[in-house]
């Protein structure tokens, strides 16, 4: 049976450290299209049909490229399984999705609404202002937050351990923000002791990702940034690519300097690559005005 094929590859991938959650999905989505159809291997043209059900030409062929190396992996076990080519659906280039960059007021807007939840100066209203304010001022990612515990929290800065890329790495922090965190751990203590998770839930659990990023969207909506629900808008990943570039446009606009603040900036943000960072370079107008300016006046024979 697929299903019981698709679980022994899940496990497989979880097993390796893989959270897997979307692959996961998209899977069992197609067992469940596959095996309506009495389908008991995979079939290429089972594959390519369900893909093209999707609604951009992104999805269809993350779809294809998705159960295609699914498809690889069991044919390895049994050659009755079909391999769809990885070209079925065309050839796609991987295109980023442009980042929202927040402004300072639109970041205190965010963190005065969460301040503003449920009863003042409640601890739920604290957990989630500190949380979103963490985020801002540090630009890790949200799983690195929620996965924080209260021993990371050290005199030299944030340890995160639980990382995308398995790397643990050394975060410092502003005293701004120490004292932001020592104020939530302050009230944290008394509110409840014994967990080990730095952001708690109401019911003393460790904050759940889809709990945080619906109460994200619905805050946004509430302060404007955001549309009705189902419309795209800024995102919660969006404060960690606004940290990358608020810090490269402070940058001194010479290339020793760039580089020199490239590499520590993608030190400092876990990236396992350091083009993801010179990535950054290219997000905003404001960037790119600097990056033709300084062009501008190399051809001419100055110094950029």
Partial sequence: MLSDDLARYVALHEALGFKFRTQRSLLRLFVLHAERHGDEVIKSDRVISWATEAPSPEQRRNRLLTVRRFAIAMYAENSQHGVPAADALGRGLFRRTLPYIYSGDEILQLMEAAAALGSPHTFYSLTYSTLFGL?????????????????????????????????????PIHDTTRAAINRYLSARVVILAGVDSLFISKTG??????????????????????????????????????????????????????????????????????????WYLQATPGLMVQIADASESFVQGGQP
């Avoid at 709990?211 to 990943?237: A, D, M, Q, Y």
């Avoid at 590499?263 to 990236?271: D, I």
Wanted: charged share 25%.
């Fill in 205 to 278: 659990g460790p904050l759940g990702y889809n709990t945080v990023s619906g109460l994200f969207r619905r805050l946004s909506r509430k302060i404007g940034l955001r549309g009705e629900p189902g419309r795209p808008g800024p995102r919660i990943h969006d404060l960690r690519h606004t940290f990358a570039v608020r810090s490269l446009e402070q940058c001194p606009c010479d290339d020793a300097a760039v580089s020199r603040h490239i590499l520590a900036l993608s030190t400092y943000l876990g990236h396992a690559h350091v083009a993801d960072t010179y």
């Fill in 135 to 171: 985020l801002a001022a540090t630009g890790i990612r949200i799983s690195e937050a929620l996965a924080l515990r209260l021993g990371d929290v050290t005199e030299d800065g944030l340890i995160i351990n639980h990382t995308k890329f398995k790397k643990s790495r050394l975060v």
